[in-house]
């Protein structure tokens, strides 16, 4: 899947994959899309929640290799 | 959709226990959340510039996961908090747990609004220039003109 910017929140914790993940969407375009890396399996359920709670949709969630990757879409 | 509020008392200067506040503040702006934290009693600790004497005891604390089984009277030595601290800041780094400095200042960036207890202050004869300067000094009746307006308001 494309994406026009990375965010490798590898070795953070809760609930810094989440908070650093809408630090990393302020500076991008609605429609653009956020590829974030984390290691916390905490992140799996929180990053769909983020995209519940904010309306940026979560375009797909898997897990590769020990690493959770998400592809974050901004509203 | 309306912006959601906040609000959160936070009463405990430990380490353990200054987590959730932070915590829960940061991810709540994050998420859009207007929020306030009004620190009262020992919570006023956790708005020092130095947060280097919020510790954690492992006295009347018989939840705190030990590496070894430890007697009161043991956890009662003089170093043992100083110790108990170390080692929780330690596993904290571990496990990539942010610190409380870097929690509190993802709040401040997020204009997570903090609110210092006038009264605390004065009862134990604190010096306002050993807290940050971003907080707001007021009592309970500031903090209750927001927090009565909130979706969630948690005393911690």
Redesign the interface.
């Known amino acids: 899947m494309n994406f026009d910017k990375e965010f490798d929140a590898s ?6 994959p ?2 650093k993940t ?2 990393s969407l302020v500076d991008m375009e609605s429609g653009q899309v956020l590829r974030v890396i984390a ?2 399996c905490g992140a799996v359920k929180d990053m769909q929640a ?1 995209a519940d ?2 309306g940026n949709t979560l375009l797909s969630s898997t897990e590769e290799g020990g690493k959770y990757i998400f592809f974050m879409q901004k509203k | 959709m309306a912006t959601k509020k906040m609000a959160i008392i936070a009463t405990k200067g430990t380490l353990d226990m200054a987590y959730p506040p932070f ?1 829960l503040a ?2 709540a702006a ?3 959340y207007e929020v306030q934290v009004f620190f009262t009693f020992y919570g006023l600790q956790l708005l020092r510039k130095d947060l280097s004497d919020v510790k954690i005891s492992p006295l009347a604390n018989p939840a705190m996961p030990m590496p070894v089984p430890m007697p009161v009277m043991v956890q009662m030595l003089p170093g043992m908090e100083s110790m108990a601290t170390m080692m929780m800041k330690q596993k904290l780094t571990k ?4 610190s409380l400095e870097e929690l509190r200042d ?1 709040c401040l960036e ?1 204009d997570v609004k903090f609110i210092a207890c006038q009264m605390t202050v004065d009862l134990f004869e604190f010096d306002k220039s050993e807290f940050i300067e971003q907080c707001e000094y007021g009592g309970a009746t500031t903090f209750l003109g927001f927090a009565g307006d909130t979706d969630i308001c948690l005393f911690v």
């Open positions: 070795g953070l914790n809760c609930p810094l989440i908070i809408k630090k290691t916390d983020f709670q904010t | 915590i940061s991810t994050a998420l859009g496990h990539g747990v942010a993802l997020a």
